[in-house]
DNA sequence: ATAGTTATCAAACTTTTTGTTTGATAATTG
DNA sequence: CAATTATCAAACAAAAAGTTTGATAACTAT
């Protein structure tokens, strides 16, 4: 009575993840045939239909496998981290996830399915770095809400290009820069 | 021979975008279907194909009328233009046109379309964005690109926001920030 | 090791949506 | 007003989506 996961679920959903990373890496999204996801996948059609209602449907599970991924990995920090700088903590988190998923995230990004992923993204810089803003003192009298969204909008949007241009810069120069793009005080 | 644009093609046109916009705001751009379009559009659906491929087709050609309606706003005010600031006039530029264009660009955030949008207003902002940086001196050793990046990656962010919340701000006060925010020395 | 369960499979099928073609009609242009 | 052409309805062909079947192989749990 364990109720395990079945080892062919488990093997068909990676499989499926693995041929829809390959076929965006190829072409548009909207191109993109359920059969053509199978064809990749050696998977039977009807074994699709057993899983998923559509190919936004497998989408979706994909990122949001991502999003767990991600997540998991806040978790484990989140114990060992005694430090000062929350936040710098994070962003390391955050570029090491990303470095590792960089092959799923560059197909989301090549499809423009940013949004979704962004959104994620930002969600969770969002957490520490309103707390970091808010702690230190603030001497604009722009709402923080305003500000908040103006340092992560930078933030994502470099982290976009690093992610596209892997070689440019090594992920502790990535650091650097935002360590110094991003101030205590506003 | 003036071989003037034939009335019936402008107003095909100009229903085919309002039925996209309308059903955008309603479902997902990927469960739109052509039939959708010209039943919300009535126009026939082989009039449809005499104009465009598929909906990704009207989709782009939108936004590429979105395209040049800026383009135009900049040459208008190109001309003049003779002030300090070039920059501060660009993002005012574009804050009106993205005023007057809400409902489209709603649309399209909406429908996780943003990196097609984002992309060329990356590219306005970058024009005069990175001359800004680059007249007054930089301090940091961080790459120019870099740091462009990460502040146009900021205005966008703040711009997505106010798209989506009409009401929290003003246009005034949204220059005003940016402003703020965008150091005139990095 | 085996009995019981269930995910996958091939194959045939239905339905939906796309895309094309026709010739008639009405709107637009010059 | 004559010539052109965009739109239309309607019928069609083709492609893709989605469903159903029963057989088989892979997996789980005892």
Known sequence: ???????????????????LITLMEQKDFEKIKISDICDQALINRSTFYAH??????????????????????????????????????L?????NHVDEKRETYNSILKNDKNGIVID?????????????????NIISNIPIDVITK?????????????????????KEELLLYFDKLIPDKV
Do not use: C, H, P, Q
């Not at 009575?1 to 041929?19: G, Q, S």
């Not at 998991?72 to 710098?88: A, R």
């Open 91 to 95: 962003l390391k988190i955050l570029i």
């Open 1 to 19: 009575m364990k109720n395990k996961i079945d080892l062919r679920i488990i093997k068909t959903n990676k499989v499926l993840f693995e041929a």
């Open 52 to 89: 998923y209602e559509d190919k936004y449907d497998l989408l979706l599970a994909m990122i949001n496998d991502l999003k767990n991924n991600l997540e998991n990995e806040l978790k484990k920090n989140k114990e060992e981290d005694i430090s000062k700088n929350y936040f710098m903590e």
């Open 120 to 136: 994620f993204l930002i969600d969770v810089s969002n957490r520490d770095l309103t707390s970091r803003l808010k702690k230190n």
């Open 150 to 170: 103006f340092y992560i909008g930078g933030i994502v949007n470099i982290g976009i290009d690093w992610i596209k241009n892997k070689d440019k810069y090594s």
